[in-house]
């Protein structure tokens, strides 16, 4: 995988031209088949195998009594919401045949490369979320059309997602339709907050939406850029025990002898 820069990210676009061109203004969408590997199939079967000891997890339209259409396990847990805790079996019933899309919010940490990816967009906006949105098949029920306060970076990893973007910055129900694309692993979109989306899922997908506010005050003509050592987030730290490098020593085989299996058939080489 390319190294998680923005530079890559944004490729064949500069950082010049998207903060001049599409930064707040417009939507952008880059097919350059990139970064599949940052939530697959593989990762999501890894983290529903956890359930219920897991961070979070929320379902779309997990019944009527959910002000937002969202059934949200750690809501659940703390008692903010009175609805059952499912069984495991439960929550494979909502994925496998009730077509249920799974939200996944604050994965940042599920992975090191969604880390780097937040420090990297850090340095150019404020604190950062990376929410991963799951679906099993078509016409898998999502958010209706609206707007997000956030800066968002769209990757897509598995399988096709329809989007349609609205007129910017409607300030009502949006009407007016923009643009329709379907996007593709590896295909990025960029959309500035406040600009009304829709999203229609057209078969099984995982998006991550790596989502952040913008600084306050950052403008072109006096824009900051933080440095690593500055972002108050917390590291990744590779836990691992250091290994110390076995040397091996060379072994010589030695012709074995039918009539001399006593003796050792090996010895090492000098
Ligand atoms: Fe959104």
Redesign the pocket.
């Given at each position: 995988m390319d190294k998680i820069t923005l530079e890559n990210i944004l490729e064949p676009i500069s950082l010049q031209n998207f903060f001049q061109n599409y930064w707040g203004k417009k939507h952008l969408v880059i097919r350059r088949n990139k970064y599949k590997n940052l939530f697959t199939w593989e990762d999501l079967d890894n983290y529903l195998n956890r359930y219920p000891n897991i961070k979070s997890l929320q379902i779309i339209e997990g019944t009527d009594k959910t002000k937002d259409g969202r059934w949200c396990l750690d809501k659940i847990l703390k008692g903010k919401l009175k609805l059952p805790l499912y069984s495991k079996d439960t929550i494979y019933d909502f994925w496998k045949n009730k077509n249920k899309t799974f939200v996944i919010p604050f994965a940042e940490y599920e992975k090191q490369d969604l880390v780097d990816a937040c420090f990297e967009f850090e340095k150019y906006f404020g604190h950062g979320q990376v929410n991963v949105y799951a679906s099993p098949n078509a016409n898998s029920k999502s958010?209706p059309a609206?707007?997000?306060a956030t800066e968002?970076f769209l990757f897509h990893t598995e399988g096709k997602t329809k989007w349609t973007i609205y007129k910017e910055f409607t300030p009502d129900k949006p009407e007016t339709v923009i643009d329709e694309f379907v996007l593709e692993p590896g295909d990025l979109l960029y959309?500035p907050s406040y600009m009304y989306?829709k999203?229609d899922t057209i078969g099984p997908r995982i998006l991550l939406?790596i989502h952040f506010a913008n600084k306050p005050d950052q403008t072109l003509d006096s824009f900051k850029i933080t440095p690593y050592s500055q972002n108050k987030r917390s590291k990744w730290y590779n836990w691992a025990p250091y290994k110390k490098i076995k040397v091996v020593k060379k072994v010589q085989h030695v012709k074995s002898n039918k009539s001399n299996w006593s003796k050792p058939y090996f010895k090492e080489s000098k």
């Amino acid at each position: 995988m390319d190294k998680i820069t923005l530079e890559n990210i944004l490729e064949p676009i500069s950082l010049q031209n998207f903060f001049q061109n599409y930064w707040g203004k417009k939507h952008l969408v880059i097919r350059r088949n990139k970064y599949k590997n940052l939530f697959t199939w593989e990762d999501l079967d890894n983290y529903l195998n956890r359930y219920p000891n897991i961070k979070s997890l929320q379902i779309i339209e997990g019944t009527d009594k959910t002000k937002d259409g969202r059934w949200c396990l750690d809501k659940i847990l703390k008692g903010k919401l009175k609805l059952p805790l499912y069984s495991k079996d439960t929550i494979y019933d909502f994925w496998k045949n009730k077509n249920k899309t799974f939200v996944i919010p604050f994965a940042e940490y599920e992975k090191q490369d969604l880390v780097d990816a937040c420090f990297e967009f850090e340095k150019y906006f404020g604190h950062g979320q990376v929410n991963v949105y799951a679906s099993p098949n078509a016409n898998s029920k999502s958010f209706p059309a609206h707007a997000d306060a956030t800066e968002n970076f769209l990757f897509h990893t598995e399988g096709k997602t329809k989007w349609t973007i609205y007129k910017e910055f409607t300030p009502d129900k949006p009407e007016t339709v923009i643009d329709e694309f379907v996007l593709e692993p590896g295909d990025l979109l960029y959309i500035p907050s406040y600009m009304y989306h829709k999203v229609d899922t057209i078969g099984p997908r995982i998006l991550l939406s790596i989502h952040f506010a913008n600084k306050p005050d950052q403008t072109l003509d006096s824009f900051k850029i933080t440095p690593y050592s500055q972002n108050k987030r917390s590291k990744w730290y590779n836990w691992a025990p250091y290994k110390k490098i076995k040397v091996v020593k060379k072994v010589q085989h030695v012709k074995s002898n039918k009539s001399n299996w006593s003796k050792p058939y090996f010895k090492e080489s000098k």
